[in-house]
C-alpha cells in the first residue's frame, strides 16, 4: 500500500512538471507606460523557459490570438503579437488605472502526427489566461471588473483583495493562505462537475471539481505562480486545414501570482 501511495505522489508530481505554454505578464505596472506580455515554452515550476526562434516562430504560436480587457469596460482590444528569442509576445499600454484581463487563444495549430506518444493524429486548442494591474498615481480604480468569459474554454480567477483586506479595489496577486476563487466556463456558460487540476510552485498538483455554479477554489500555501489547468482528450474525428485527425486536445490554463 505504501509502494502505491509513493507511486502515484511520483507520477501526479512528474507530470505537473513537465513542459508545456503559459501566458505571463509583470503583474504589475503604471497607466501609460509599455507593457510586455508573453507565453512562454518551458517548465514554470522549474523556472525553465525555453529560447530559440524554432518554438516562438513556429505554427504552434503563430495562430495565438492576445487579447485584454480594462476594468469597466464589456469590449476586447486585440493585440500584435510576434515571435522573438526569448518568447511569442505583444505589447500594450494600459490607458487606465485598474485590473486588466489577459487571454491568449489558440485554436489555429495545425494538426499534428503524435501516433509515437500514443495520441494519435491530434488537434489541439489552448487557452491561457492571467490579470494585470495597473496604477497611477492619485487615481482609484474605477468600474466594475467584467468577469464573463473571454474564451470558449475559460477558467475566470475572481480578483484579490486589496491590501487592506476588502474588495473595495483589487490587485493582481494573491497572498500565502488567501482563499482563491474561480470559475470554469465552456462555451460561456458555468461547467459543472469538472475536474480543475491545481499545480503549486513546487511542482504538486490537487484536484479541484466545479460545483453547481462552476465554481472552485483552493488556498495558496507559498509564494510563487500556480496554474489552474483543465485538459480534456478525446477520440474526435475531424478536418483542420484539410488535414484529418482522430483525436481532439484542450487545454485551459491560468497563471495566478501569488506574493
Not at 501526479?12 to 510586455?36: C, Q
Not at 482609484?140 to 468569459?149: A, F, V, Y
Not at 495558496?220 to 486536445?249: C, I, S, W
Request: hydrophobic fraction near 35%; charge should be positive; charged fraction near 30%.
Amino acid at each position: 500500500m505504501k509502494k502505491t501511495i509513493t507511486l502515484i505522489l511520483v507520477l501526479v508530481f512528474t507530470s505537473a512538471i513537465a513542459h508545456g505554454i503559459w501566458l505571463e505578464v509583470v503583474n504589475k505596472g503604471r497607466v501609460g507606460k509599455e507593457t510586455t506580455v508573453h507565453i512562454y515554452f518551458g517548465e514554470i515550476n522549474n523556472d525553465i523557459r525555453e529560447e530559440g526562434l524554432k518554438y516562438y516562430d513556429s505554427d504552434r504560436f503563430k495562430g495565438f490570438k492576445i487579447l485584454t480587457k480594462a476594468q469597466g469596460s464589456t469590449t476586447t482590444e486585440a493585440l500584435s503579437p510576434k515571435p522573438s528569442e526569448k518568447s511569442f509576445g505583444a505589447v500594450f499600454t494600459p490607458k487606465k488605472a485598474g485590473i486588466y484581463q489577459v487571454v491568449a487563444i489558440g485554436e489555429d495549430a495545425p494538426v499534428r502526427d503524435m501516433s509515437e506518444r500514443g495520441r494519435g493524429i491530434s488537434k489541439s486548442n489552448t487557452y491561457l489566461r492571467t490579470i494585470f494591474e495597473a496604477s497611477e498615481r492619485g487615481k482609484k480604480q474605477e468600474g466594475k471588473i467584467d468577469l464573463s468569459p473571454m474564451m470558449r474554454y475559460d477558467i475566470v480567477p475572481f480578483p484579490a483583495k486589496n491590501g487592506f483586506g476588502n474588495y473595495d479595489s483589487h490587485t493582481s496577486f494573491w497572498r500565502v493562505d488567501e482563499r482563491v476563487y474561480g470559475t470554469f466556463y465552456i462555451d460561456s456558460k458555468p461547467a459543472v462537475g469538472k475536474e480543475i487540476k491545481v499545480v503549486s510552485p513546487d511542482g504538486w498538483a490537487v484536484v479541484r471539481k466545479t460545483d453547481d455554479k462552476g465554481q472552485f477554489n483552493f488556498t495558496p500555501y507559498k509564494k510563487g505562480k500556480y496554474q489552474a489547468v483543465f485538459q480534456l482528450r478525446e477520440k474526435k474525428k475531424g478536418t483542420f486545414q484539410g488535414k484529418e485527425y482522430d483525436t481532439f486536445n484542450i487545454k485551459s490554463v491560468t497563471l495566478f501570482d501569488i506574493k
